[in-house]
C-alpha cells in the first residue's frame, strides 16, 4: 500500500523536527507543506531533508490542497494528514496504517473524544457541537469532525472538488464526501496537549464555516 503523509505547517519550527524524526522511523513517504512560516520551518525541514513545498500564507486548506495535489500528481494511493505541532501522537500512524490496508473505507478520521480529560473546556464542546451539526447534515455518525488527523484514499482527492482554503476546508472534504457516498469511519487516536498555540481565528473561522454551511444547503 502507497501512502504519503502530508503536513501543513505554519510557524512550527519549535515542534516539526521531532515529529519528523519519529515519523521517519515508520516511513519516508512524508511532505511538508509550509504555509508561509515567518519563522524557521522551512529552513529547519530542508536541513532535515524531509520534501517540502513553500508557499505564500493562505490557510491550511490551501496547504492541505497542495499536498493533496502533489499525492495525486505521484500516484499514492493513501493520504494521511496531520498536524505539525506535535499534538497527534505520531504513534497512531500505525493504526491509519492498519485501518488503510483492510481496503473498506474511503475516509479514516481519529477521534480524541474517547478521552477528552485533558482537552480544554471550550475545545470540547466546540467540538461536539460541530460533530453532531456536520454528522446530521452528512447524515452518517462522526465522532470528531474537527480532528485533522486523517487517512483519505485517492479516489476521494480525485473525485472532490475543494473550493475553500482555511480550517474550513476539513469540513468541506468531510460534507462533500457525505453527499458523494463515500465510506467514512473513525479510529480512537491520542492527544498531546504541549502548549502549542492555535493559529484559529475565532471569528473569522466561524464566519467562513457558517458561509460553508449556508452554501452547501
Avoid at 2 to 9: D, G, M, R, S, T
Avoid at 127 to 132: L, V
Wanted: neutral net charge; glycine residues 8%; charged residues 20%.
Amino acid at each position: 500500500m502507497n501512502y504519503l503523509i502530508v503536513i501543513p505547517a505554519y510557524n512550527e519550527e519549535r515542534y516539526i523536527p521531532v515529529l519528523l524524526a519519529n515519523l521517519s522511523t515508520i516511513t519516508k513517504n512524508i511532505l511538508v507543506v509550509d504555509d508561509g512560516s515567518i519563522d524557521a520551518t522551512y529552513q529547519v525541514v530542508k536541513g532535515i531533508g524531509i520534501p517540502i513545498i513553500s508557499q505564500n500564507h493562505q490557510g491550511k486548506g490551501a496547504a492541505l490542497k497542495a499536498g493533496f495535489h502533489y499525492a495525486v500528481e505521484k500516484g499514492y494511493e493513501w493520504v494521511i494528514t496531520m498536524d505539525g505541532d506535535g499534538q497527534h501522537d505520531w504513534q497512531d500512524v500505525r493504526k491509519f496504517i492498519e485501518a488503510m490496508s483492510k481496503g473498506s473505507e474511503d475516509i479514516i478520521i481519529g477521534s480524541r473524544m474517547a478521552d477528552i480529560a485533558a482537552m480544554p473546556f471550550v475545545r470540547k464542546i466546540t467540538n461536539k457541537f460541530m460533530s453532531r451539526l456536520l454528522s446530521g447534515f452528512i447524515g452518517h455518525p462522526i465522532a470528531d469532525t474537527q480532528c485533522g488527523f486523517r487517512a483519505l484514499s485517492a479516489e476521494v482527492l480525485k473525485g472532490i472538488s475543494l473550493e475553500t482554503s482555511h480550517y474550513d476546508t476539513e469540513s468541506e472534504l468531510l460534507m462533500k464526501a457525505g453527499r458523494g457516498r463515500y465510506s467514512i469511519a473513525s479510529i480512537p487516536i491520542k492527544t498531546i496537549y504541549n502548549g502549542a498555540p492555535s493559529h484559529i481565528n475565532k471569528f473569522i473561522d466561524t464566519v467562513r464555516f457558517i458561509k460553508l454551511i449556508w452554501k452547501m444547503l
